[in-house]
């Protein structure tokens, strides 16, 4: 194995390919990461409305003792 | 064929099948005016094309037959997505489901009777429609066959569209979008049997692949439609 | 006994409890993987002696075509097991593949472009394998119209999962025909089909990339899944206990 570019420069320039290159690849990782990291943010999302209905609930709860 | 034994039994398949076809015919000869709107847009979208692209014969000669067909799928298909609607709503599809008979074989019915609206007029059409887009002589032949069989597949294969959009107030624009791409080898079929034939070969071989396809939709595509209907009528 | 395994898996509850340690590692390797591959790829593997460097984009490709048509497979069959057995971990994995599938198919299709553009000298080809893929995400597209179109959660899933089926079945119509409407047309272009011999330092890091996507898949699905899990289950007591264990 060897490395196959002589600079960092020609790494990027990929002798005129590197903008289709350097593009697929980041497309498919920022989809990528936002499959894998979508859950996370639906989570805290999930949460925050489940207190929301928990609280109006209890306050219904409250307001109908009263 | 009327074989009641006792006076309580409910009538035997074939009246039974026989009297809900007789049913929706009348429904849909009554609604006369609604009988022509698939005819009337397939004529005015076909229109368009010359209108929008050139007048040129040569030009037109050449998109002819997947101007056509294209046109007589989205017909077909506009006019498929209330062929369950009206029955579900007011009960009628529970009933139906209800009958001892297979909801398969009633199925088959309601599209049979689709098809002898809305694809075989569509076939019929079809020369005058060739004459308008200078569609080569070769090709009247192949383009009419093609319809007349692919027509049926269309309508087997939309009724399970309309089986799955029925419970919707509104199907239009879903029901072709999870239905068109299941019409593309039929599309694909039928102006490839055209354009076959205006090139000199012999189309028939394309005919008896696309009779495969049908023999194969009325086994199945029924049978995906009745579990669908029974799904919006249980869910 | 035997069957007991199958039972668990059908429990959401079981399975976000098992996942939780799954989901970690799960995420490590797939990161692991496939940043290693692109490092390798990028720095190590030798351009193609007829593409020049744009063949680097064939390791994503090749990739994402394989999540796409084995997403919908894999979409196909939960959403048969869900009608058939009403196993409900089923439906909630069929309805979170479909739009990853879709994502994918749209990925492999881009990078397929990125590919062309500088090798064939063109974004887009209608050959035969493009077409196909392009029917498959209006396949995908279909059943993600389809769920969302339903309020009802179960209707919602028991439709879309025959349309799966019916898509699923229809899969290799629509590849014959496309390749048959291909021969008919015979477009000008130069054969993408063409085997070009590869060489195994070329091949090595393409089956690992696969590997690494395989992991990926895997990790963002059982993550869609949890999150699924928790907003079908939200009355039950046990996912009451995970909003109030987030108390912040």
Redesign the interface.
Known sequence: MKFQFDSFSALLSMEGHGMYVWISYAIVLIGMLYFGFRPNWQFKQFVKQQKRIQLQEQQIAQRNKQ | MNENSSPMASPGLLPALSAQFKRDALIAFRNRGELLNPLTFFLIAVAMIPLGVSPESSLLSLIAPGVIWVMALLATLLSVDGLFRADYEDGTLEQLSLTPHPLYLMVLAKVLLHWLITGLPLALLSPLLGMWLSLPAEGYMPLFLSLLLGTACLSLIGAIGAALTVTLRKGGILISLIIMPLYIPILVLGTGAVTYAIDGFPFMSLMSIMGAFLAFSIAFAPMVTASALRISLNG | MGWQWFHRLGSPRWFYQKTEAWVRWL?WLAFLI?AGT?FWV??????DYLQ???F??FY??VP?SMMAMGGYYAMAISGAIGLIWRMKLADMSMRCIA??GA??T??AL??GG??G??TWGTYWVWDGRTTSTL?LF??Y???V??QN??Q?Q??AD??SA??A???M??IP??K???D??NT?HQPATIKLTEESTMHG?MLYPLFVMMVGFYC?FA??LI??I??EI??RE?RTDWV?QI?AA?NK
């Open positions: 995420g496939i692109i990028m720095a190590f593997v030798p351009k020049g460097h744009s680097r984009i994503l490709h994402t739009p990853m994502a994918f749209f990925l881009v990078t990125l590919w553009k500088p029917i209006f396949l597209m279909g059943v119209a389809l179109a339903y009802n179960q209707m028991r439709f025959l349309l089926l019916v898509g079945v229809n119509i629509i014959w025909s496309v048959w409407w008919l330092s990926f990790w963002a993550k869609a949890r999150i928790l907003r939200y009451k909003i987030e």
